[in-house]
């Protein structure tokens, strides 16, 4: 009796180490961060679930086309921004084709960053209509222009710092994003394999601008000039076909910025996308751009080769004051 009862017990305790066993092994499958990994999972979930929301239950969209019978990649008509009595963007119209690059050039307050700005939608516009791939996104909410296929960098950083430059790349990817919530939280097959996708996505990236050695730094540790092509990274991570580049030189010492020149030009012939470029360095905006803007107060002075701009009458009084 006392020898039958040993014997269940030690196959009860044998059953139960080989249960705990096989929890483990799942674990180790398919939790490699433990619970506090998907503790932190669920937690970025919900910091960034409004933005998750507006892109999985996203609205019908009536877009309205121009009534121009020659249409342009990416165009802006008649642009106002004014604060008050201020008009940081005042009627200001121009075009953008595919595949080109166009720089917009202007003394500091000219309006510059102001039209990114509108772009972007992180303001509205006073007056006029932005049009892209001959839709018009005057109306679209900020949260929408990524989905088109438009991304930016800052003419200050703006990334994560207490990440790493591989969780920020990440960040771009999130609208290819093709998993729901209920997927997220179980961290099903779909949801692995939409990540393995992403990554590779993202190491191309990486290669693309010679990351690989900052791949699990921290933001933080970094200096500025890799941090400004870690953001440029990142807005490339999103596949867009339109970028928008705010002053990309900025900070940057010769030798980084003539790494930035050669990026730009192969971002147009490799990756086919269009560039529109806020800058200041008339070197790096002579090398790369095929048309130039140039703006003072809010309102546009020249527009054509970089050559042409630069010697028009009202483009050297607005720089030199004369």
């Not at 990142?234 to 980084?256: H, Q």
């Amino acid at each position: 009796m006392f020898r039958t009862r040993s014997a269940a017990i030690a196959s009860a305790n044998g059953l139960k180490g080989a249960i705990y066993g096989v929890i483990i092994v799942l674990f180790v499958l398919f939790e490699p961060l433990g619970l506090y990994g998907r503790w932190l999972k669920i937690k970025l979930f919900f910091q960034l679930f409004p933005l998750y929301k507006r892109a999985t239950f996203k609205r019908q969209k009536i877009y309205v086309k121009s009534e121009r019978n020659q249409m342009s990649y990416f165009r802006a008509e008649n642009l106002s921004l004014h604060f008050g009595g201020l008009k940081a963007v005042d009627a200001v119209s121009f075009a953008v084709e595919k595949g080109e690059i166009l720089s917009i050039i202007g003394p500091n307050g000219a309006g510059k960053s102001s039209i990114f700005n509108l772009i972007s939608r992180i303001y509205p516009p006073t007056s006029g209509r932005i049009f892209f791939e001959d839709q018009d996104i005057t109306q679209e909410p900020a949260y929408d222009i990524a989905g088109l296929g438009i991304a930016r960098t800052f003419q200050n950083i703006e990334l994560f710092e207490n990440a790493t430059m591989l969780s920020n790349l990440l960040v771009g990817r999130h609208r290819h994003s093709t998993t729901q919530l209920w997927q997220e939280l179980l961290f099903l097959p779909s949801v692995r394999a939409n990540e393995k996708a992403h990554r590779r996505r993202v190491e191309q990236v990486i290669e693309f601008l010679d990351l690989e050695a900052y791949r699990d730094k921290l933001i933080s540790g970094l200096p500025y000039g890799v941090r400004k092509v870690i953001e440029l990274a990142r807005a490339l991570c999103s596949e867009p076909k339109l970028i928008l580049l705010d002053e990309p030189s900025s900070g940057l010492n010769v030798e980084e910025t003539d790494d930035m020149s050669f990026w730009i030009r192969d971002m147009k012939t490799e990756l086919g996308i269009t560039v529109l470029m806020v800058e200041h360095d008339m070197t790096l905006v002579n090398r790369v751009s095929d048309r130039v803007i140039a703006l003072n107060y809010g309102r546009v002075l020249a527009m054509g080769s970089p050559a042409e701009v630069q010697r028009h009458p009202d483009v050297v009084a607005a720089y030199l004051g004369a």
